[in-house]
């Protein structure tokens, strides 16, 4: 597998609990770096947009809502097979059938307040990367 990028974002929710420090700290043991980080609080139309793939979904309006609770962290993840990778440590989007050792199963609270999001492709992951961060906001090395 290459190297990939993918975009990760710590949740309003796992932000307020206080857990931002023990996902970041999951993400550098699992081998993966941060190439780049934010904390900024979305507007509607900010988790809107970000989330338009899924505007047809019932859950849409409230998984909007959710994500302009409060702040959240953008970051960029960098590593051989990140997208997956990633992913297996987030574990399932429902924490209940999430497997033991995830960050979900650690932290989340419900199926929308999931403490993580991970893309799920490199071109989802392309588009995610530069709907929050430019160029010269990803530190390569
Ligand atoms: P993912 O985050 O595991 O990739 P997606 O299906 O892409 O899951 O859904 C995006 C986000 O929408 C989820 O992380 C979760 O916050 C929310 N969500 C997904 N399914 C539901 C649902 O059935 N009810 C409420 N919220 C949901
Ligand atoms: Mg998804």
């Known amino acids: 597998m290459s190297v990939q990028r993918t975009l990760a974002i710590i949740k309003p929710d796992a932000v307020a609990k206080g857990v931002a420090g023990q996902i970041i700290t999951k993400i550098e043991q699992a081998g993966l770096t ?19 793939v899924h505007r047809a979904r019932p859950f849409y309006q409230s998984l909007c809502e959710f994500m302009t609770q409060g702040p959240c962290l953008p970051m960029v993840l960098e590593g051989d ?6 992913r297996d440590l987030m574990g399932a989007t429902d924490p209940a059938k999430a497997a033991a050792g995830t960050i979900r199963k650690a932290f989340a609270s419900s199926i929308e307040s ?3 999001h991970g893309s799920d492709a490199p071109e989802t992951a392309a588009f995610e990367i530069a709907y929050f961060f430019s160029a010269l906001d990803i530190h390569a090395r």
């Not at 900024?40 to 338009?52: K, L, Q, R, V």
């Not at 097979?81 to 990633?86: G, L, Q, S, T, V």
Request: net charge neutral; proline share 0%.
């Open 81 to 86: 097979d990140a997208i997956r990778r990633w």
């Open 114 to 116: 999931n403490a993580v």
């Open 34 to 52: 941060i190439l780049a980080a934010r904390m900024i609080h979305m507007s509607g139309e900010d988790a809107g947009g970000f989330y338009a």
